[in-house]
């Protein structure tokens, strides 16, 4: 599961830094997606849909709002991801 | 070859003027999927060039996009705009519900990099100016927007008019309250201030509300809640205007005699200002063209939105508006980067 969580993270950080145009290294566990990366909804719903493509997982309205750092959608997919 | 993908359902005038419209284009040698009922759409089958995809579910208006488009993968209009994002073809239009067709092409073709919010954009008849029309955009998709935004939406639309109507530097202007720099809001002084020297642009600065149908710039830009009120104004307007001349022809012999006069002319004008006469409005800044058809459109505005989704595809708009964003440095990360130093 180590692997899969690094590999989870590269992605989020490789999505993130293309989309929003930001340095990869600004993109930590601890990132806030709203405050620190100034990302809005529509942002959001981009890294979920990307996210849900990739791992074949489904992330409903409720879940994809209490989500609100990098490492908080991380742990979201790895426990997620089917075995 | 250009392929639009055609939603099917939800044309608001039924699927007779759809499968009118469709086969008007079809005939002029556009290929055509349309998703939809097979039994609804079963006059188009065996015409040239046209493909029946079978998509059985649909979007209704009253339905809230974001929730709708993400759990019915099957609708219509989410297969239409994902057939463009896998490739099958080129290009979307829609007379569907507005919020759906603008969400199922966000979601499913994505954002150009380096495009923050999407735009909605509207060709406007000029009255009595025969040829290129203007651009006002946004009409629509956003209604809280930021100087940057604007700043990006005075790039797409002038990529916009440049690829697909030919315009040879566009003049772009920005819909505000004066003329001046300093009038208007916060976020229209900054995007002025901005675009006052941004590269890739002729921006002849602030546009008032009269200066929309007169011709002074070839794309408008304001955002989303201003231009959809102003759009809706203007119909509005172009329809009590034309009710008050026909009443006015009608007053008496000689105002009979001058309309009968006048109306070969008055038709002419009244063709040129029908929303059905552009094919409806465009999103510009995704990676992909969607075209949205007015909400009441004929067969007439079907098939114009079919070839102003074909036009725009051929023309290779997408990969030129974001060639030109990179370029001039118009991108989220460019601008950023701008007002950190």
């Not at chain 1, 590269?10 to 930001?22: D, F, I, P, T, Y």
């Amino acid at each position: 599961m180590a692997l899969n969580r690094d590999e989870v993270m590269e992605k989020v950080r490789e999505h993130l830094s293309s989309e929003l145009e930001v340095d990869r290294d600004q993109i930590a566990e601890s990132t806030r997606f709203r405050e620190d990366l100034d990302a809005d909804s529509l942002d959001l719903y981009e890294l979920v849909m990307e996210l849900e493509d990739t791992y074949g997982i489904r992330v409903s309205e409720e879940d994809a709002s209490r989500i609100e750092t990098v490492g908080q959608a991380v742990d979201f997919v790895v426990a997620r991801i089917p075995a | 070859m250009t392929v639009v993908a055609l939603d099917g359902r939800g044309a608001e005038r039924g699927t007779a003027a759809l499968v009118e419209g469709a086969r008007a284009a079809a005939e002029e040698g556009i290929e055509l999927r349309v998703f939809g009922s097979p039994g609804e759409l079963a006059p188009l089958a065996g015409v040239a060039g046209v493909e029946l995809v079978p998509a059985p579910d649909r979007i209704a208006n009253n339905e809230e996009p974001v929730a709708a488009v993400r759990s019915r993968p099957d609708a219509s209009v989410v297969r239409a705009a994902r057939d463009v994002a896998e490739g099958h073809s080129q290009a979307l239009a829609s007379a569907g519900p507005t919020g759906a067709t603008m969400t199922a092409a966000l979601f499913e073709m994505r954002r150009i990099a380096g495009v923050r919010r999407p735009a909605l954009a509207i060709q406007l008849a000029v009255p009595g100016r025969t040829g290129t029309p203007t651009i006002l955009l946004d009409v629509g998709a956003n209604s809280d927007v930021r100087a940057h935004d604007l700043v990006q939406f005075a790039y797409l639309g002038s990529a916009f008019a440049a690829v697909v109507l030919g315009v040879n530097r566009p003049r772009v202007a920005l819909l505000s309250v004066g003329e001046e720099p300093g009038k208007g809001t916060a976020e229209v002084v900054e995007a002025h201030a901005i675009l006052s020297s941004a590269e890739g642009l002729d921006f002849r600065g602030n546009a008032e509300g009269r200066d929309l149908l007169s011709g002074a710039a070839d794309v408008i830009v304001t955002d989303g809640f201003t231009g959809n009120v102003t759009l809706k104004t203007l119909e509005g307007t172009a329809k009590a205007v034309g009710e008050a001349v026909r009443s006015a022809a009608r007053a008496g012999p000689r105002a009979a005699m001058g309309g009968l006069l006048l109306r070969p002319s008055l038709s002419s004008l009244r063709r040129g200002m029908d929303p059905d006469a552009t094919g409806g409005a465009i999103l510009l800044g995704i990676r992909g063209v969607a075209v949205v058809g007015h909400g009441s459109a004929g067969p007439e505005g079907i098939a114009n939105a079919i070839r102003l989704a074909a036009r725009t595809a051929r023309e290779r708009t997408v990969a030129r508006t974001a060639e030109l964003l990179e370029r001039a440095g118009g991108t989220r990360g460019a601008l950023r980067d701008r007002k950190d130093d």
